[in-house]
């Protein structure tokens, strides 16, 4: 298949500005709030939601350390989660306020684009700004060029992150596969388009775990883990500031005792691409279907209520005049 008649009914890439990350912690991630505020009937963002909403999987292994999951917000903020295991595990690690609702990528509109027999999207994790060492590309793209006939199409999907590294892209079109730009965390259809992707492809594979893996099985995609891996790295770990506070947390983490309670969960997965596991269930329980709220329900608990809407468009409008940026400053100089 051509890749233009693969891409044409994706959602674009529409950027738009992060929150302050001191506020936000990670939740408009990936258009996060975008989708909650569509699936609420809204026509944008009403307001930030007071809290914080987990925007990607934490799957049991990684309950190491409850700011991982939070990425460190402070333990008097209301948090969001996908799992009912997550909100006992951070309640008992100090967290007051915490609620199951699943995981962003469950608002999401379901896509028109029909399944492709024996196509194959290939997914290698991604890399995080702060990593340090650059993956090994080599040889998972030789094993990967080496199956491709197995398959009626075969594409590649890498992070905004590492396209902008020079990481995998340019190695996969060497090898004559077509590739897909992934997600960015300040795309607006970023998870949008990552479902409607695993919504196209019948097969999707990867060399290592990510998030990428659940919302395959979630959207009905057969998965695997497969092919020469790029290491989960110490240093790499270190170097982004979630984990960077918690340096005994990383070494709980890349435990072999730990590794071997992931294994639970992706060694049924590790199997050739054209043996990928079909398990929506695995996939619903991890991004936690269960706790999806309906849209009166999910306004209820980000209080986008009719009242804080129009207060919060008030005070914005208050800000946005001479005045209100006077008093603002006046505010900084006074307890700063």
């Known amino acids: 298949m051509d890749l233009n008649q693969l891409l044409e009914p994706l959602a674009p890439k529409i950027e738009f500005p992060l929150s302050k990350w001191e506020g936000s ?113 080599d040889k998972y793209i030789s094993q990967i060029s080496a199956i491709r006939g197995k398959f009626s199409t075969t594409v590649a999907c890498v992070s905004a992150n590492c396209i902008a590294k020079g990481y995998w892209a340019p190695q996969f079109e060497s090898a004559g596969v077509s590739v897909i730009h992934g997600a960015s965390i300040s795309d607006a259809n970023a998870l949008q388009r990552m479902r409607q992707l695993f919504e196209r492809f019948e097969f999707v594979t990867t060399d290592g775990f990510g998030s990428h893996v659940f919302y395959a099985l979630y959207f009905g995609a057969k998965v695997s883990i497969w092919g020469e891996s790029s290491p989960l790295l110490r240093q790499n770990l270190l170097g982004d500031s979630t984990w960077a506070a918690f340096p005994d947390s990383v070494d709980r983490y890349l435990s072999e005792e730990n590794q071997q309670k992931a294994e639970g969960y992706l060694g049924p997965l590790r199997v050739e691409p054209w043996l990928g596991l079909k398990d929506v269930k695995l996939g619903k329980w991890m991004l936690g279907e269960e706790h999806k709220l309906t849209a009166q329900e999910l306004r209820q608990c980000f209080g986008w209520t009719p009242f804080r809407i129009l207060n919060a468009r008030i005070k914005k409008a208050i800000r946005a005049t001479r005045l209100g940026r006077v008093g603002l400053k006046f505010k900084h100089q006074i307890f700063s």
């Open 25 to 137: 912690f990670g939740t408009d991630y990936y258009g996060a709030l975008r989708v909650a505020a569509d699936y609420c009937g809204l026509r944008s963002v009403a307001a930030q939601i007071g809290g914080v909403w987990q925007h990607g999987v934490s799957p049991p292994w990684q309950q190491v350390q409850p700011e991982i999951i939070t990425c460190v917000a402070p333990k008097t903020f209301p948090c969001f989660v996908a799992r009912q295991d997550e909100v006992t595990y951070l309640r008992d690690g100090g967290y007051s306020t915490v609620r199951a609702i699943g995981l962003p990528i469950i608002y999401t509109r379901p896509s028109c684009g029909k399944r492709i027999a024996g196509s194959l999207l290939v997914m290698p994790t991604h890399s995080l700004p702060s990593y340090v060492l650059s993956p090994s590309f």
